[in-house]
């Protein structure tokens, strides 16, 4: 077993922390939050733990998340997360330090870059690489990252939604906005509080967006019947929602989207532009599970784009892959400490 352990990739998320372990997969998938308490700055829980008391904890108890628009907000936390999360995939009997690959944004400044390396080698790791989200959704979802042929990616995760183009191993062009699935289930308590004097919490407001919620309208819409505190009475209430009043409720932030993605579409150079025509946008993250997501971007750039399969594991799937073929992506690894 030893021999075997000793490289471990993650996806370190706004929203959730996937861990691959070479020859097993994926071994772990937690949302990335901390449950802390206020007195003694100790934490409780981490992970799904964590997760269940959000919205629900005590004065003293606080639920968080450590990071913020895919870079670490909290660096403390973050540290301890990362720690409890090694510990957890190589179980506790392991005291060889591994080889760690942790996923970054492709806006991420070296300043941030710095920050996720040194947090993984005091969480326990022996060297820590960093590798853009873009380049390791394309190894995941299955594309010949080598070839100098151009592959459009559109990331869209939690905190971040990265766009970029790649050709030969390397980014040609790419953005990343802090407009992704947060921003959605933002967006759609905002509504609700506005249309129906409802306070809901952010799990609900994912949960719509999971249950029924579109990219764009339409014909025959979902229904779902929504619970929360009512405004002006502070009583709970109930109140029937559908789609097309969902998919008005987050055209702010799916323009936001678009315009990412058009953005790096203007900044390609031509002959890769071509390429991207023939072979479209390939879509990962968990937030481009958006019904219609594919559609949307469709219509709106001319370009058609497919949903990678298993859009969530895409990169964590790719942290696993350049683990096994350091050397091969050697170019595209940011170094370690």
């Known amino acids: 077993m030893a021999l075997f352990s000793k490289k471990l990739g993650i996806d370190l998320g706004t929203t959730s922390v996937l861990v691959f372990l070479p020859g097993k997969g994926i071994v772990l998938n937690e949302p990335s939050v901390v449950a802390v308490s206020e007195e003694d700055n100790r934490i409780l829980a981490i992970g799904s733990e964590a ?36 510990g957890k995939s190589l179980g506790k009997w392991n005291i060889i330090r591994p080889d760690v690959l942790i996923s970054v944004p492709a806006g991420v400044t070296s300043t941030e870059r ?29 594309i010949p990252i080598h070839e100098p042929v151009g592959y459009m990616i559109v990331d869209i995760g939690g905190g971040t939604t990265d766009v970029a183009v790649i050709s030969l191993g390397g980014i040609v062009a790419s953005t990343s906005v802090k407009c992704a699935g947060n921003r959605i289930d933002a967006a759609i308590a905002d509504y609700i509080k506005k249309t129906f004097n409802l306070a809901i919490g952010d799990k609900t407001a ?32 109930s109140v029937e929602i559908k789609t097309n009043e969902i998919v008005k409720a987050i055209g702010r932030e799916l323009r936001e989207m678009i315009k990412a993605i058009k953005d790096v579409l203007q900044e390609t150079p031509p002959e890769l532009s071509s390429d991207i025509i023939d072979r479209g946008i390939i879509m990962t993250g968990g937030s481009s599970q958006l019904r219609n997501m594919p559609e949307l971007v469709f219509r709106r750039t001319g370009v058609k784009a497919t949903l990678a399969k298993d859009p969530i594991y895409c990169v964590v799937r790719g942290t696993g892959i350049a683990l096994d073929h350091l050397d091969t992506y050697k170019k595209s690894i940011i170094a370690k400490r």
């Open 206 to 237: 994912e949960d719509i967006k999971i249950q029924i919620g579109s990219a764009i309208p339409m014909d025959e819409e979902l229904s779902m019947a929504i619970k929360g505190r009512d405004y002006v009475l502070g009583l709970p209430r």
């Open 51 to 86: 997760k269940d008391m959000i919205g629900k904890t005590p004065e003293n108890i606080m639920a968080y998340r450590p990071m913020k628009d895919g870079v670490i907000a909290d660096y403390k936390t973050t540290e301890a997360m990362l720690r409890y999360y090694i």
């Open 114 to 142: 710095r920050a996720v390396i040194e947090a993984a080698v005091k969480a326990g790791a022996r060297n820590a690489y960093v590798v853009k989200e873009p380049i390791l959704a394309a190894i995941g979802a299955g």
